[in-house]
C-alpha cells in the first residue's frame, strides 16, 4: 500500500461519500504530483497555480493527497468530521491549508474558477486555474453559463477535469465532451486512472481557449 492509500485508511465516518472520494483520487494525485506549481510554502503567492475541488462532497482523497504533500499534519485525518477537527465533510479554505474554495453545494466550483481566472489576468498573472467537477453537477445551470462565458473571454489559463464516473443520466458516453467542444473549448477525453495519459491532458495550454478533460472512470473500478 502506497502512502496516501495509507492516508486514506486513516479517514472513516463517511462512507456514503467513499466512491465520490475514489474516483477523484488519480486525477488530484497527478495534479499535485506532477502539474501544479503549488507548495505549502507558497500557498499564500500569488502566483501560485489553483486547484478548485467543486466536486467538495467526500473529500476524502483531497485531503490525503494535501497531507502527502505536506499542506496538513497526518495527526488531523485521524478525527476528521469531528466537532474540534478542521478537517470537515466540506472542505474549508479558512481551516485547511491549500483549500481554494469552501465547496461541497454542487454548480459553484466552476462559475468561481471562470471569475479566479479573469481576475489574474487583469494584473497579467499566467498561473493555471483548475476546478474539479463531477459529471452529475454538470445538470446545474451555473456551469453552462460558466463555460460559455469562459469560451467567449478566451480563458486559457482554465481547464476544467470533469470526473465521469456515470453517476448521472447526463453522462451519456461522449455528451460531456460534445457540450463544451460546441463552445469552442479544446477537449481531451482519457482514461481517469491512467496518471500518463491525465500528465499529458493536464499540461496542455492551447492558446486562446479553455481546456477540459474528461476523465473518465468506470464505477467498478472505484475502490480499485
Known sequence: MDNIRRLLTLMTGDEKHDPASYSTLDVLRVLYERVLDVSPETVDDPRRDRLLLSKGHGPAAYYAVLCDRGFIPEAWLRDWGSFDSPLGYHPDRNLVPGVEISSGSLGHGLPLAVGTALGLRAPGIDSRVVVLVGDAELDEGSNHEALELAAALGLDALTVVVVDNRSSSYAVPGRIAERFATEGWHVATIDGRDHD????????????????????????????
Open 197 to 224: 495519459e491525465l500528465e499529458t491532458a493536464l499540461t496542455q495550454r492551447p492558446v486562446g481557449v479553455p481546456n477540459v478533460v474528461v476523465a473518465t472512470v468506470i464505477e467498478e473500478e472505484l475502490a480499485a
